[in-house]
């Protein structure tokens, strides 16, 4: 499944505060051709290949992950100082990632970083990432 649209905003709790992903309205198939061309999201949580052209794969959800993680930490969205416009989509293309904290459990920034990685191919899988969680 790649959801397309993951940011904080679609993580619900139940009563026993266990997290859940929720509006999957535009979710697909992992293994479903996606021939539309259309994108989807909240700019910073977007995966910089998706402003390139390329289509939504597991590895653009990873990315959204690795925002959620930096938001988690620091309890601000990701470029909440910024217009999110063209000038943020070219930064992010360019390399722009939110400031590295340093109050954060060990480990746990290495694996927001290799979650926000500009090459998608280079980003863990959420098998990956749930092991070292």
Not at 60 to 85: A, K, L, V
């Amino acid at each position: 499944m790649i959801h397309r649209d993951f940011h904080s905003g679609n993580i619900f709790f139940n009563l026993n505060t266990n997290p859940y992903i929720g509006d999957l309205g535009i979710s697909k198939s992992a293994t479903e051709s996606g021939d539309d061309n259309e994108n989807y999201g909240i700019i910073p949580y977007m995966a910089p290949e998706i402003f390139q052209g390329q289509k939504y794969t597991k590895a653009s959800d990873i990315y959204s992950f690795g925002m959620i993680m930096w938001e988690f930490m620091t309890g601000r969205r990701p470029f909440w100082d910024r217009n999110h416009d063209t000038e943020l989509i070219i930064d992010i293309c360019d390399g722009l990632r939110p400031p590295i904290v340093t109050n954060a459990p060990e480990g746990y920034m290495e694996l927001m970083e290799e979650c926000w990685h500009s090459d998608p191919y280079k980003r863990p899988t959420a098998d990956d990432i749930g092991n070292r969680i």
